[in-house]
């Protein structure tokens, strides 16, 4: 159906007041993605602080082409969405993808939406946590979810221009209680990069049990859990890796630049302290991530080689101008979050001295070479760590420098 015969059908079922359950809903509408030129709104300085669609703007989710397809790639292109529906149209109970943290804002319409803390969330499971309810307000059979009725649901009616923010793992259901357009970002930063690893490591013991029977007349048994677990939660252990390896590198890259004072001129004491907290929420991920089946010897030898070069050769990532704009789009959503101001920052002819940050006043820059001077490449979270912890402990006099100056 296209965008046009949706909005024939929604008027025409206004007008009939047709509410006899053809009503369609219109989700998931990737428009930032499909109408990039045409800036409708601006996201609010609180959820700026976004590692999910920054990435997507510049890379992709899968790297492996047994994974990578037309479809997948259109459905992972990024998680900033518009939702269109008339009244009475739902949104089924469910915790947001990745459990990444989301923000919904009304342009208009209500919304009625019903909460549930992540205390509470196996109470809408069956005994096996396999099946979820789907409709908490139709009759939940107590034999399936025995459980259910120790639910408390937090209620809240969302009102035109207001924003509701969903933190990761809270489970929700939401009505719409007059025809209602609204924007709907999914995100993740340092703050909650655990729950994403979590999500992971649990959808991947599922994938990897279901499996289990086969693994000995199975080739690469580590490699079909991988691709199981990327088509039912979206990414796998290796896109993640890849993922937190490049946003490690972005945010070592940025922290190195301010060691110089002059560079204290641009940058505040809390992009620094950003930094830094990234940095330690990417080695705290990566060493939940060092014991897994995955990236044992055996299974690192197996990566495919798409996979292999996104995450190890530390110089060929630098050099990519998929990496450069993933610290462009760094840079300029710190200093908009720490400063308002969202399109200060300009791109800087820096490949000549070879200096990849857009906010570097250093005539004599080795960024790269000091990265590489310590690892050249990265094998594993093992290598991730030792580098996160060596870029930390090198810069950590940073802090102080930036908040003295």
Not at 246 to 251: D, E, I
Request: aromatic share 14%.
């Amino acid at each position: 159906m296209s965008m046009r015969e949706f909005v024939d059908h929604w008027a025409a079922s206004s007008s009939n007041g047709d509410s006899d359950g053809s009503l369609l809903y219109l989700k998931d509408w990737h428009f930032v993605k499909e109408y990039p030129g045409y800036v409708a709104y601006t996201t609010p300085t609180f959820f700026a602080d976004d590692w999910l669609n920054m990435y997507l703007d510049s890379h992709p989710i899968h790297r492996d082409s047994d994974i990578a397809n037309h479809t997948n790639e259109i459905n992972c292109a990024d998680y900033r969405f518009v939702y269109m529906g008339p009244k009475g149209t739902w949104t089924p109970l469910h915790a947001d993808v990745f459990r990444s943290y989301s923000w919904s804002a009304n342009v208009c319409g209500r919304k009625l939406w019903l909460f549930l803390p992540p205390s509470q969330s196996h109470f809408v499971f069956d005994r096996n946590l396999r099946s979820s309810v789907y409709n908490i307000n139709d009759d939940v059979s107590e034999k399936q979810f025995p459980e259910f009725n120790n639910t408390k649901w937090l209620e809240c009616t969302q009102e035109q221009n207001e924003i509701i923010f969903v933190p990761s793992g809270w489970y929700h259901q939401v009505h719409n209680l007059e025809d209602t357009i609204s924007i709907n970002h999914n995100w993740f930063n340092g703050y909650n990069l655990h729950w994403v690893w979590n999500l992971l490591h649990e959808d991947y013991k599922v994938a990897k049990d279901y499996i289990e029977d086969i693994r000995d007349i199975c080739d690469d048994f580590e490699g079909l859990c991988q691709r199981n677990l990327a088509a039912n939660t979206g990414m796998n252990f290796y896109d993640f890796f890849v993922f937190i390896t490049r946003f490690a590198l972005a945010n070592i890259v940025e922290l190195y630049h301010i060691q110089n004072p002059k560079d204290t001129d641009f940058i505040s004491a809390e992009t620094a302290n950003h930094f830094v907290y990234n940095l330690m929420s990417i080695r705290d991920v990566a060493s939940k991530m060092v014991s897994t089946e995955a990236f044992n010897t055996e299974n690192i030898c197996n990566i495919s080689e798409q996979n292999r070069s996104a995450f190890s050769d530390i110089i060929k990532i630098l050099e990519e101008e998929s990496f450069r704009r993933l610290l462009v789009a760094l840079s300029k959503a710190y200093n908009y979050i720490d400063r308002g101001q969202k399109d200060c920052l300009k791109m800087k002819d820096s490949s000549q001295k070879g200096c990849l940050s857009v906010t570097c006043l250093k005539p004599d820059c080795n960024v790269v070479g000091d990265i590489i001077s310590f690892m050249r490449e990265i094998h594993g979270p093992m290598d991730l760590m030792r580098t996160v912890k060596h870029q930390s402990l090198t810069n950590i006099f940073v802090l102080e420098t930036v908040s003295t100056s």
